[in-house]
């Protein structure tokens, strides 16, 4: 049961992220936000199947309806039969059972009992992958909060910012989310700490940290599937990317945020995963650009 709902996760989540993918180029040229899309394919490659799974199992179960009494004559016990008959002759008692098994009728039993099917074994993997993964990232996320309890306090433009030896530009948090605002970025041309200041409030204002948080907690529930950690992947390019578009459609020049991209890239020194830290990866600087 459980090996089959796996692999049908499996299935459904690849045909969902084809769709997707697909689907994005229609959002790309519509200018449409790309982000919701990759999370409304995360929940359908979980909810799907688990919807099915739940309608088949229901589909199975048959009400059954207790029996209608019926008289039964009970037959005399053995005290009965010796009042009506009389004593009975005595009959010798069978031995007792040997103490000592045979190991060839052992071996079996204990086989049977140590021996796991294949929906026990998959179900093992599936809640220790979970477990593992969760406990990672929960670690990862204790590290960089207390890197944010420990970090200095500034204000840019009213905004409160976690001053980071070389953790960031980056957002980190989920309910109450902070920049991590770099020294190196001090000394960075004044286009450059603008472009990076602008688009971590980006972040903020349009709730990303919790987007991806929720994102990551879906993953969570079947971290063994691939398919889900490419999706995941895909949302967080599109959170980059929906971020630096409204970044420039709110008044900054493209070549000036793009030139700031690349700076950024070259001096940024990532210093961690964490819960929700939104920080593009290196790979992504291209097509972006």
């Avoid at 009494?69 to 002759?89: C, D, K, N």
């Avoid at 060839?104 to 599936?126: T, Y």
């Avoid at 940290?209 to 971290?223: E, K, Q, R, T």
């Amino acid at each position: 049961m459980i090996s089959s709902f796996a692999a049908y996760l499996l299935l459904v989540s690849i045909l969902f992220a084809g769709g997707a993918w697909a689907s994005e180029q229609a959002f790309l040229v519509r200018r449409w936000p790309r982000r919701f899309l990759w999370l409304l394919t995360l929940c359908a490659s979980l909810l799907f199947p688990l919807a099915m799974a739940l309608s088949t199992v229901s589909s199975h179960i048959v009400v059954r309806k207790p029996p209608p009494y019926q008289l039964e004559f009970l037959a005399p016990t053995a005290s009965q039969a010796v009042q009506v008959h009389g004593p009975q002759p005595a009959q010798e008692k069978p031995p007792a059972p040997s103490a000592v098994v045979p190991a060839a009728v052992l071996a079996p039993a204990v086989r049977s009992r140590i021996n796991l099917s294949r929906d026990q074994m998959v179900g093992i993997v599936w809640f220790l992958s979970s477990l593992v993964t969760a406990l990672w990232y929960v670690l990862a996320g204790a590290g960089l909060a207390r890197l944010v309890w420990r970090a200095p306090r500034a204000t840019i433009q009213g905004v409160i910012v976690c001053i980071t030896p070389a953790t960031g530009p980056a957002v980190f948090g989920v309910l109450r989310p902070v920049i991590l605002w770099p020294r190196w970025l001090d000394e960075a041309p004044a286009a450059t700490r603008a472009a990076a200041f602008a688009h971590e409030t980006q972040h903020l204002a349009a709730g990303d940290p919790l987007l991806l948080a929720a994102g990551l907690a879906l993953v969570l529930a079947a971290p063994w599937n691939p398919a889900l950690w490419w999706q995941l992947t895909r949302m967080r390019f599109a959170i980059e990317a929906d971020c630096d578009r409204r970044v420039v459609s709110g008044g900054t020049d493209e070549n000036t945020y793009a030139l700031a991209l690349l700076q950024i890239a070259q001096a940024r020194a990532a210093g961690g995963a964490g819960l929700a830290m939104l920080m593009s990866a290196p790979s992504w600087l291209e097509q972006r650009v």
